[in-house]
Each structure stands twice: as structure tokens, then as C-alpha cells.
């Protein structure tokens, strides 16, 4: 992993009396692009505001990058469940404002950005009379048109239809990869987060409790079906003989937590007397890992 | 920054289609009394709306600052309420995260958006009063500055009638600016941009009925509601407009400087 441009250090937040945050800590790198799933009131907003200097956290340090790929321009791009514009200005207009702030960017870097929304920079159209989608779309623009190094997205894909989502996968994965832009992302869509992210953390009541990382699927647990009851005995004892774990889901079905590739297994399996019946190798999906999460508490 | 800030303010508070109706409607108001109150040019006939000044003829100076006076109040209310009712609108928003993440600091971002909330009002109104002096010299003689016309009895402004000019734009600006930041303030209680845009109006009352009552030389709303001659005290009203500004724009910095003003969502009151 490239040097961390991320650090978040044992960050806890409390309101009153209530931990919205704990023990958080997290690593983001170049290019990389993490996610953040949980249930409503988990604590994804809150962890957004600090990481984006919104909110200072009761404990823990925060470190994110201070100036974006362009000098003196802002380190973090922010794109909030709701697009606050104004009404009354175009697109670019509302654009060119926000820019104005920093002014380290020229107009044709606006309409740059515009253009990689899938927006048009020239149009006039007043915001006011943009769908929510749009608006959606103008807010990813203004949190990258200033290329900053971390992009901090909540609920980007609120509103947006099939299209307009597929789209944003395709963009957000060109950022990270092309601008090496570091992208935190808290959404409720379980699929276009386990699409578009790296790695997924899946937090409950202010604390992350599992993370689900893409590149741990080659170690996806095996399960192997018998020809009937009585393989599934025989199938136990090599098992046991070669100390793996493993879950009986059925009376001819088992859950294999094993490293070894799928041939290997089932040449070992066949000289152990074992009739199988069928085999494969399927990693849990996030949503699988999250329900267990969620409802088993696991 | 600020600077930069501050034009940003303008420039999205002064191209509001509201800002604009009401900065046009408010100027056209003054207008037409300036054009249709005055009469003939000549001495007041029986039916006209006020008395010409003490040469016995109306001037621009009599247009201006006798007919057009009631535009003069309510211009620095409505551009007040637009203005006022900004900070309101980018907490409910959720503006205010946008360019705080580029800004970096709450202080500085609450700064700049206080300042340009300020110089907005204070350039409407300023404005405002300008064009209609511009259009009153315009239509009618510029006589000499008379001393029953002038609202503030200071004697120096007889021989600088440019200066007195500039110092009632200036004053007005002030007062529209202290409409503005009492809004301000009251943001951080209300979070209705509406309602506390509509706070103006109530300052207005609060600040100017206890004077005319107790009639403490400041203000006489009985005159005015009459268009008789007016005295006012130059330097009371402006130090007044300047006493509310530093407690409603200070006071607004204070507590919107604080992180957990902001991140009160519903606000003290709906």
C-alpha cells in the first residue's frame, strides 16, 4: 500500500451523553477508495464532518491532506446527502462562486469538471430548475474541480437513476486510478459500494465492526456438496485429519475455510473416497456480510 | 480571502430575482412619488401630498428628502430582510459545509460571510438612495440645500449639501446594515429563514416606536407619518446604527464561530 494521505487515530465522537463515534481508526492511500456502510445513525455522517474538518472529534487525530493536487487549492473535496445551491445561477455560476473562495483555478477547469459529470458548462439552465440528479452530478463536480487528494462523498447516489449511477461508478474509479484521488464514500447501496470500493467498513453503533476487502476473495470459503449423507462422514474425517475449519450447512453440504485451489481439493477428495456431488468457491457479498452483521450480530 | 468572500456574497445576494424585485419596486416607489407628489414644479397647490420647501418651490432636495423619506425605511427593511436571512438560509442549506471546506477555518468563513451579508445591505440601500437622488436632481432645480429640508439639523451640512448627500446614503446603509446582522444574530436561535428574515421589521418597531414615544430628540415617527419637518440627530442615529452593529455582527461572530451552533440542525426554535 502507498503512504497512507488518511490518518484517522482513535477518533470518537460523543453528543451529550451518546458515543455517535469510537475507537475509529483508518488508513486511506492514493488512489484508493473506501467505503462506509452502516445503519442509519451509525455514525457515517459524523465520521464525513470530522474527516472534513467540520466537526472536531472529542478524541483522536485526524489527518487529512492539507492543499490538493493543484497549490494552494483545498485537500478535500465534500459532497453531502443534500446539493445546496443557488437557485437562481447556473451550474457554472455557482461554480465559479464557490472557486472564487481559493481562486487557484481557471474557468476552463470549472467547465472541465462540469464536463466530467456528465453536465453541459455552457448551459444557462438555472439550478433551480435541476433535477435532484443534477444537482447530484454539480455537486461531485464542485468537490473535484479543484482536484483535491481526498474526495469525501455522502449518499452521492441519492437520486440519481441507473444510468446517472453507473456513470458515477465509472468516474469515481477513474479519479482514484488516474488522478490517484483517495475517495471515502458513505452510502446505503450495498452493490455500488461493493462495485466501485476497495475496501468496505461496515460500522454499527459508532464502531466499525468488520471490513469487508475485496482482495481477500481468494480466501472465499469452499463448500462442497456430497452424493448423500454418508460421503459427508468420510468428507468429515479428512477434514479433521488436516485440521481445517469448516460449517456443515446441510445434511450433504459443508462450508470449507480453505487456501487451496479448487482442483487440488477435489484430487484430494476423490482419493479420499469422497463422492461429490458439486463444489464452488463464493465469496460472501457485502450484503451477505452485512446482514450477518446486522441481524446475527456476527 | 475575505475580500474574495465578500464579493461572493454580492455577488449571490444582489442577483436574487427577491433582491432584485425588491430593489426595483422600492426605487420605482420613490420614483413615482418624487414624479407624481410634487406638482406642477411650482408653489403647493392645495391638493398636493407635502410642502414645498421654505423658498416656497419645490427643489430636488424637497422631492428627495421630503416626498421619497417613506421609501427610505422601508428600503433598508427589505434589502435587510434578503441580506438577514442569508446565514439562515446556508445553515438550513447545508451551504456553509461547501465553503468551509475550502476556507478551512469557521472564524474566517463566518467573517467573510458576515461581511458580504453587511456590504450588501449597505450597498442596496446606499444605492437606492442615490438613484432616487439622481433621478430628484434629475427632474427639478438643485437649489440651494434648505435648512427645513434637511433632516439632520447639523450646520454644517448647509454649506457641504453634497456632503449631507453622502452621509444620509451612508447613514442609510448603516441602518440597513444593522437590520441585516439583527437577523444574524437571531439565526442562531431561528433557523426559519423566513422568520428571521422578517426580524427587521420588528427591529424597525422596537428600535424607532420607543424614541418617537419618549421622543428623545432621536426620532419623531409622528412627523414623519405627517411629512413635517423632521429634526434628527446625525450623529445619534449613526452612532445607534453603530452600536447595533457591533453587538449584532460581533455577537453573531461569537456564537457562529462555535462548531455546535452549526451542527444544531433544528435550531433553538423552528
Known amino acids: 500500500m502507498n503512504k497512507a494521505i488518511v490518518t484517522v487515530k482513535n477518533v470518537g465522537k460523543v453528543y451529550g451523553s451518546h458515543w455517535a463515534l469510537k475507537d475509529i481508526n483508518l488508513e486511506i492511500a492514493p488512489g484508493e477508495i473506501v467505503g462506509f456502510v452502516g445503519p442509519n445513525g451509525s455514525g457515517k455522517t459524523t465520521l464525513i464532518k470530522i474527516m472534513a474538518g467540520l466537526i472536531t472529534p472529542t478524541e483522536g487525530i485526524v489527518n487529512v491532506p492539507k492543499e490538493g493536487l493543484i497549490p494552494d487549492s483545498a485537500g478535500i473535496g465534500l459532497v453531502m446527502e443534500s446539493a445546496p445551491f443557488a437557485a437562481h445561477l447556473s451550474g457554472y455560476k455557482n461554480l465559479e462562486l464557490l472557486a472564487y473562495i481559493k481562486n487557484v483555478i481557471s474557468a476552463n477547469e470549472i467547465r472541465q469538471a462540469i464536463q466530467i459529470v456528465g453536465l453541459d458548462p455552457e448551459s444557462g439552465k438555472k439550478v433551480g430548475h435541476y433535477s435532484f440528479g443534477m444537482r447530484q452530478r454539480l455537486a461531485l463536480a464542485q468537490a473535484i474541480m479543484e482536484r483535491p487528494r481526498l474526495l469525501l462523498l455522502d449518499e452521492p447516489t441519492n437520486g440519481l437513476d441507473a444510468q446517472a449511477i453507473i456513470e458515477l461508478r465509472d468516474t469515481l474509479k477513474s479519479l482514484a486510478k488516474e488522478n490517484g484521488i483517495a475517495i471515502f464514500l458513505a452510502s446505503h447501496l450495498l452493490t455500488e459500494v461493493e462495485n466501485v470500493c476497495d475496501r468496505v467498513l461496515m460500522v454499527k453503533q459508532g464502531k466499525i465492526r468488520k471490513t469487508f476487502n475485496k482482495s481477500d476473495n481468494g480466501r472465499a470459503p469452499v463448500i462442497v456438496q456430497t452424493t448423500d449423507a454418508s460421503d459427508i462422514e468420510k468428507l468429515l474425517i479428512w477434514l479433521k485429519a488436516h485440521g481445517l475449519t469448516y460449517q456443515v450447512l446441510k445434511a450433504n453440504e459443508v462450508s470449507i475455510d480453505i487456501d487451496m485451489p479448487v482442483p487440488q481439493l477435489v484430487n484430494s477428495l476423490v482419493q479420499a473416497n469422497v463422492n461429490i456431488e458439486g463444489i464452488i468457491k463464493k465469496a460472501p457479498t457485502l450484503e451477505e456480510e452485512f446482514i450477518s452483521l446486522l441481524i446475527k450480530g456476527e | ?270
Not at chain 2, 138 to 159: K, M, Q, R, T, V
Request: net charge positive; with cysteine.
Open chain 2, 1 to 270: 480571502m475575505i475580500f474574495r468572500q465578500i464579493i461572493i456574497e454580492l455577488k449571490r445576494l444582489m442577483t436574487r430575482p427577491i433582491y432584485l424585485i425588491a430593489f426595483t419596486v422600492l426605487i420605482l416607489l420613490g420614483m413615482g412619488l418624487i414624479y407624481f407628489s410634487v406638482g406642477d414644479g411650482g408653489p403647493a397647490g392645495p391638493g398636493e401630498f407635502a410642502a414645498p420647501d421654505a423658498s416656497g418651490y419645490w427643489t430636488a432636495w424637497s422631492a428627495l428628502l421630503r416626498v421619497a423619506l417613506p421609501v427610505f425605511l422601508l428600503i433598508p427593511v427589505f434589502i435587510g430582510f434578503i441580506a438577514g436571512a442569508s446565514l439562515a438560509e446556508d445553515r438550513h442549506s447545508g451551504y456553509w459545509q461547501f465553503a468551509l471546506v475550502r476556507v478551512n477555518s469557521r472564524i474566517k468563513w463566518v467573517f467573510g460571510k458576515i461581511a458580504g451579508i453587511f456590504a450588501a445591505s449597505f450597498a442596496g440601500t446606499s444605492l437606492s438612495f442615490l438613484l432616487l437622488a439622481l433621478f430628484s436632481f434629475l427632474l427639478y432645480p438643485s437649489a440651494p440645500l434648505d435648512a427645513s429640508i434637511a433632516s439632520f439639523n447639523e450646520e454644517f451640512f448647509g454649506n457641504s449639501p453634497y456632503l449631507y448627500l453622502g452621509s444620509v446614503a451612508v447613514m442609510l446603509g448603516l441602518g440597513a446594515g444593522a437590520m441585516a446582522g439583527f437577523s444574524c444574530l437571531a439565526s442562531i436561535w431561528i433557523k426559519n429563514p423566513y422568520v428571521v428574515g422578517a426580524l427587521p421589521f420588528a427591529f424597525l418597531l422596537f428600535s424607532l416606536v420607543p424614541y418617537s414615544l419618549t421622543r428623545l430628540q432621536l426620532f419623531d415617527l409622528f412627523s414623519l407619518l405627517s411629512l413635517q419637518s423632521t429634526y434628527l440627530s446625525f450623529e445619534s442615529i449613526t452612532f445607534s446604527w453603530l452600536v447595533y452593529l457591533i453587538i449584532c455582527y460581533g455577537g453573531a461572530i461569537i456564537f457562529f464561530g462555535r462548531e455546535s451552533i452549526f451542527n444544531n440542525k433544528k435550531g433553538i426554535l423552528k
